[in-house]
T-cell receptor, first 115, second 115 residues
């Protein structure tokens, strides 16, 4: 079945460092790809999305490009802030014989940014 | 626009007791989802509704979990009887097509602890 794999955390960075969180997926169809963020004590928030190959999603300085050839959707940010400390989830959504548009999530990557 | 509302936010019960969670989706969203998020893992779909009909409940432990969405608006998820392994955060989401793709918006979640 469809699945998402993220790099394990926690990822600890200093403020203004460059961030990459790796995400790869397995899907039989042509899924849409998402990054959600979960701040401490809060619910999941959509960070960005991409719906087809070579699309780039971006928001709040974060970006990710849908790479069909490598089945990847890595999250990047050029300069992280302490306020970016959170858990980041990569997810896919697909429609087909066994998929009804539900989100399939990776296990999450915890980011800690130190001042 | 009001977000997805959930209650209660926290619940502590003894094993074998019953518990119910409530969700009110974003106005106008036809699709509603319940996810279970166990500590350290990504959320997993329990059940998906389209209006008041069930689209996918393949991962719902039907011997103890039940859910309904009467009138196609708010929804209730029930566990009876609860087991220790049901300790998790229960997330409700609703979706609408945004920019050509169904995008899910999450509530704050209900954190359940079963003792």
């Amino acid at each position: 079945g469809d699945s998402v794999t993220q790099m394990e955390g926690p990822v600890t960075l200093s403020e203004e460092a460059f961030l990459t969180i790796n995400c790869t997926y397995t899907a039989t169809g042509y899924p849409s790809l998402f990054w959600y963020v979960q701040y401490p004590g809060e619910g999941l928030q959509l960070l960005l999305k991409a719906t087809k190959a070579d699309d780039k999603g971006s928001n709040k300085g974060f970006e990710a490009t849908y790479r069909k050839e490598t089945t990847s959707f890595h999250l990047e940010k050029g300069s992280v802030q302490v306020s970016d400390s959170a858990v980041y989830f990569c997810a896919l959504s697909a429609y087909g014989s066994s998929n009804t548009g539900k989100l399939i999530f990776g296990q999450g990557t915890t980011l800690q940014v130190k001042p | 626009e009001a977000g997805v509302a959930q209650s209660p936010r926290y619940k502590i019960i003894e094993k074998r007791q019953s518990v119910a969670f409530w969700c009110n989706p974003i106005s106008g969203h036809a699709t509603l989802y319940w996810y279970q998020q166990i500590l350290g893992q990504g959320p997993k779909l329990l059940i998906q509704f389209q209006n008041n009909g069930v689209v996918d409940d393949s991962q719902l432990p039907k011997d103890r979990f039940s859910a309904e969405r009467l009138k196609g608006v708010d929804s209730t998820l029930k566990i009876q009887p609860a087991k220790l392994e049901d300790s998790a955060v229960y997330l409700c989401a609703s979706s609408s097509p945004t920019g050509g793709v169904e995008t899910q918006y999450f509530g704050p979640g209900t954190r359940l602890l079963v003792l």
